[in-house]
């Protein structure tokens, strides 16, 4: 049995009728980019996360970028995120001048660890970007309150979270459940085909409620100018989302709340069946409704390398995210600033440890149980 990590066809199998009708359509209509689908996806997305803007744009990368341009942020500014997350992260950060300053993780969810980030802030420091890692999102509570203080951005990479929740009451009576993204200045959403909403090609997203900062995306996206003035203020990008990929997130967005569902029971029923060996199951703080873009268990990591050589002898295809922290990076150890600067032991460590097991609404319980057992096996012929 081939088991892969994330399975797309039987996805598109489900909609492919609507998909195709609705691909028709817009190839009929002569309107390929930034038309009438993507400002209704705008609108969809907005209201789906209680936002009061949204701007589409070619990549959750993108996303990142323009977030960052439109909320003034760039050379000589610090912005404090975590060293364990996708590189297009860092690399954002970088490429609009301004400098990562990495905060070590906490060890269960895997995001930054917020207790520790007020020691990283410096008169240079300009803004925050927590990274609501695998679907499990940041204690946005704590983390907006330290913001703040000391009066920083806050942009959220929730490209593993559409979909997911975060409680930011302080007060525990009444829970005030927010949309991943919607929390901070800006969200920034991917969608890449296997995230959480993904369409079938590249595509992202920034949500805020700051209309100063929607309309520096707007224009961001389309070279930093006005399309009917001809106009350029700012150096922009060309980062246009099409119509395809809007019809397509469009019809997909109707169903990622059963998908979302459907996630989650996967997540449990891998819990269950894997709560009494010797991995560690990913855990759901009680302030996050976790959505599961990807079931991360940790295992020591003697035995990490083989687990994983194991499964894939059954079929079984498993994926480590991620292998190495951000702050050893070759691309950011080269920058002088970034050279021999950190210790951030839980991240490192977690590098290590961690193995992801295949999960998308659509696997079969019945291959959940059989990779279940499959671990179970690995442990009762070791030990
Ligand atoms: C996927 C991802 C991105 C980048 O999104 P693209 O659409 O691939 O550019 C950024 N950050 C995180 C955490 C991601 O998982």
Known sequence: MEIPLVDLKEQFKLIQKEVEEAVADVLKSGIYILGPNVEALEKEVSSYCGTSYAVGVASGTDALRIS????????????????????ATIQAIMQVGATPVFVDIEEDTFNIDVDKIEKAITAKTRAILP???????VNMQRLLSIARKY?????????????????????TFSPEWKKAGSMGDAGCFSFFPTKNLGGFGDGGMVITDNREVAEKAKALRVHGGNSNSYS???SGYNSR????????LRIKLKYVEKWTEMRKEKAFLYNKLLFATPVKIP???????????VYTIRISAALRDKLKDFLKSYGINTKIYYPIPANLQVMYRNLTS???????????????????????PELE???IIYIAEKIVNFFNRKC
């Open 338 to 360: 970034g050279k021999g600067k950190y210790s951030l032991p839980v991240a490192k460590k977690a590098c290590q440890e961690v193995l992801s097991l295949p999960v998308y």
């Open 365 to 367: 319980e019945g291959k």
């Open 232 to 234: 350029y203020e700012i």
């Open 68 to 87: 960052l341009l439109a909320s003034g942020i760039g050379k000589d500014d610090e912005v404090i995120t975590t060293p364990f997350t996708f590189i």
């Open 131 to 137: 990274v609501h890692l695998f679907g499990h999102t």
């Open 151 to 171: 009066n920083l951005f806050v942009i959220e990479d929730a490209a593993q979270s559409f979909g997911s929740e975060c409680n930011i009451a302080s007060d």
């Open 283 to 293: 855990n759901s703080k009680p302030y996050a409704r976790h959505s599961f873009c």
């Open 241 to 248: 989302l099409d119509e395809l990929q809007a019809i397509i």
